[in-house]
């Protein structure tokens, strides 16, 4: 297994992967605006009518293209090059974290609660944590700022409240 790089050398290379972003996208980083693509790409296959005429999952139903915005090829980028590099530095395994202290089912519904709990507050807040914190932060955006300390705020409290689970 190879050791994890160095913080200073992995947060210089994530600043060169988000200026190289803004360059030859003219968009930050971020993740959540592929889930809704994909959502209104499911509802075009289950309930066409229905999605189109969603105020919210509509838009991104005109001109066929759902998943042909740049984000989802980005989201799909950065899950190929965590593969490659885990794959790579010695470290692809498929584990569930926690489950021997808490259950299996009790971390798994945890988990899934936590994650979807994460994707309506990035909704809400029109962005996640890579998209508002850091294309916000380096855009000197005054919400991500914000954002950033109020979600490592929550997070402290949050660790605090389910300490083991």
Known sequence: MKPFWPPLAAGVALG??????????GHGLGATGASTRLSA???MAVAPQATAANAYLGPLTEGGHILGGWITWQVVGVALGALVAAFLGGRLKVQLDGARRVGTGKRIASALVGGMLAGFGARVAAGCTSGLGL???ATLGIAAFVFLGTFFVAGLVMSRLVKGV
């Open 41 to 43: 790409w499911l509802g």
């Open 16 to 25: 060169l992967v988000l200026l190289l972003t803004f360059v030859l996208t």
């Open 135 to 137: 294309s916000g932060a």
